[in-house]
């Protein structure tokens, strides 16, 4: 059986659930080669939330779909390692990868809600993905949909509706349903509740929370709304023009922030309850990839910016054991 | 027509606005849906008015009204006094639109792809008979390019609108809406589709036009925390109705109505519990569509504190504060 391919062996570490190592991901166009996902290195344990944040275009949904191998050309994995539970996920053969996918690593997509299928109901949608991977009959897919509806909060009966007669929160529901049939241990959630109002957003996250303490499983959340992503990760991956610059504890990026891009990111978020005065962010605009310069990518809006900026690239470097940054002032930092 | 425009005195105030949309093809199917109900407003110049609420509560429809898009099923603006509809039968819907101008949500919508940046400022320049003589157009354009924070604004105004990012697209838009020198600047979810690196920058930019060129703003979001940011003062919409308003701190920090009290429970905080009860604030029910013959309180279905009277009568407007107002049986 396939599935045993994701026993792992004995000696196996097994401390991660997912090993990111040097990852780069590739557009090829006819303006040029564009990399999207540039030397990104992280790990996903068991049972955590890691958020990952940064602006549009910053590469967050090219890294979400290349580590469940789901990305397309012109994309291209031109170097770096995915391992899942210690095995090589870019050198898994088609069948395994069929595996791989809905039953250990499930995907809601960016804009997903909007994607399920309108002339299908939403019990075909859910039972298909059960029988593709499971060798049950119908009936009982159907009874395990329904159960699935339940635990995301849907009646069961909306296994006969179809996607317009749902609302958008009831559709994103439908959603996390599908992505959890499998009992995955790692779902990627790509802005899973961006187009959505604040009290539903809250409830869905409420109910994800509780599944998640019910089946344990991981979450890679990717999201720009970084107040969210500081309520709800346990650490913070924050990228920045195709590159990883910080990644630390929540407490840790929100309260000692280390990258100037990710001190303006924090910054530009008003606060609810906070003191009512002047932020200031981030000046000048994203960077275009196709114009990306020597050394720090952040140097044309980096108020710190000093000489070596212009022509080293910073690497990650330490800040304690659970936080790392990538910025020549660190450097300076622990010299000077 | 000499008036004076104290900060003290609106210089739009609505009273009562509602609108129906007749919904349905055939006629058999055809049924009325009240998108606002019974909604009063001002607007103070230098000052901001915020508008927050759910989805579809009605948010835009106010909006669209002061616009001239969509006209009132019934109900009253007046514009220094003036009814809106004397002042457009006597100027015209454009000399109407000189005073109220709108931002919207896309800028990647709004503005011309064929024309340079320059046109699509000195467009309505021309059209409103703002400015005479090539010289002072050009002038009065960069004039304009350099308030919004667009230099060097020779260079940008040479640009094509493919040539911006999203955040420079919108302060096109704020330019041009400044070019006819409007009194009430409308913003719909201005911020809500530019990247988290500029949003800032851009409501920076709309308090700075408020506060140096008093401009009295409608600032549309979903957004709590930018809000009480930008807004002095914040207005919360649930189905239709404006449930509280008055002081953004007050509204903010001082919920009363329990809606506002569920809103606010929900907005995402850093460093908070990531679970949160949700059902210590309402009871699951599905939010009601308004129709004319619709009656009692909005929020009835999903109140902890819903009475029998909840579901007859509209509670009438209760001030709970200096400037803070609400619309709930709770405090009558
Ligand atoms: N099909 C494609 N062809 C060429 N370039 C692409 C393609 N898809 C994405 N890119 C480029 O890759 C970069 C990363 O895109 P990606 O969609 O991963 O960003 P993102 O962080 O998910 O942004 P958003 O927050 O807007 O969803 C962008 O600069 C984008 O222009
Ligand atoms: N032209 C129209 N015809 C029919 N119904 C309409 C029309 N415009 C708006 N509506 C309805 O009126 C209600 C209020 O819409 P409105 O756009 O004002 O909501 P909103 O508060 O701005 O929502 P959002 O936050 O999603 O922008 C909605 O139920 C909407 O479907
Ligand atoms: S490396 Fe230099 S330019 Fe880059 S963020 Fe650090 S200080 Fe700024
Ligand atoms: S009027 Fe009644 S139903 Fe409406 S919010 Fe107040 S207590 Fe609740
Ligand atoms: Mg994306
Ligand atoms: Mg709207």
Known sequence: MALQAFQPAPDEDTSELLEIKNLCVDYVSPKGMVRAVNNVSLKIRPGETLGLAGESGCGKSTLAFSISRLHKAPALISEGEIRYRGRDVLSMNKRT???????????????????????????????????????????????????????????????????????????????????????????????????????????????????????????????????????????????????????????????????????????????????????????????????APEGCYFQDRCAQCFSPCRTHDPKMSEVSSTHQAACHLLAERTSG | MTVTTEANTPIVSARELSKDFTLGGSMLERTT???????????????????????????????????????????????????????????????????????????????????????????????????????????????????VGLTPAAETADKFPYELSGGQRQRVAIARALAVEPDVILADEPISMLDVSIRLGILNLMLDLKDQHGIAFMYITHDIATARYFAERTAVMYVGHMVEWGNSDAVTQNPQHPYTQLLLAAVPQPGSQNSRDMSQYQHKADIPMWQPESTGCPFAERCLHASPQCSTQLPKVTQVAEDHFVRCYLYE
């Open chain 1, 97 to 291: 990868l069929r595996q791989f996918r809905w039953n250990e690593v499930s995907v809601v997509f960016q804009s997903a809600m909007n994607s399920l299928n309108p002339v299908i109901t939403v019990g075909e949608q859910i039972i298909d993905v059960i029988l593709a991977h499971r060798k049950i009959k119908s009936k009982d897919a159907w009874r395990q949909g329904e159960e699935l509806l339940q635990t995301v909060g849907l009646h069961a009966s909306r296994m006969d509706s179809f996607p317009h007669q749902l609302s958008g929160g009831m559709r994103q529901r439908v959603v996390i349903a599908i992505a959890l049939a499998l009992r995955p241990r790692l779902i990627i959630m790509d802005e899973p509740t961006t187009a959505l109002d604040v009290v539903v957003e809250r409830e869905i996250m409420d109910e994800l929370y509780q599944l998640k303490d019910k089946f344990g499983f991981s979450i890679l959340f990717i999201s720009h709304d970084l107040s969210l992503m500081g309520e709800i990760a346990d650490r913070i991956g924050i990228m920045y023009a195709g590159k990883l610059v910080e990644l630390g504890t929540a407490d840790e990026v929100f309260t000692r922030p280390q990258h100037p891009y990710t001190q303006g990111l924090i910054n530009s978020f008003p606060t609810i309850h906070g003191p009512r005065e002047r932020l200031y962010g981030i000046a000048g605009n994203p960077l275009n990839l196709l114009e």
């Open chain 2, 33 to 147: 849906m009240r998108a606002l109900n019974a909604v009063s407003f001002d607007l103070f110049p230098g000052q901001a008015l915020a508008i927050v609420g759910e989805s579809g509560s009605g948010k835009s429809t106010g909006a669209r009204i002061l616009s001239q898009v969509h006209e009132a099923t019934s109900g009253e603006v007046t514009f220094r006094g003036q009814p809106m509809h004397e002042l457009i039968a006597q100027g015209g819907k454009r000399g109407f639109a000189s005073h109220v101008q709108m931002i919207f949500q896309d800028p990647f919508g709004s503005l011309n792809p064929v024309h340079r940046i320059f046109y699509q400022i000195a467009r309505p320049l021309q059209l409103h008979g703002k400015i005479r003589g090539k010289t002072a157009l050009r002038e009065r354009v960069l004039e304009l390019l350099e308030t």
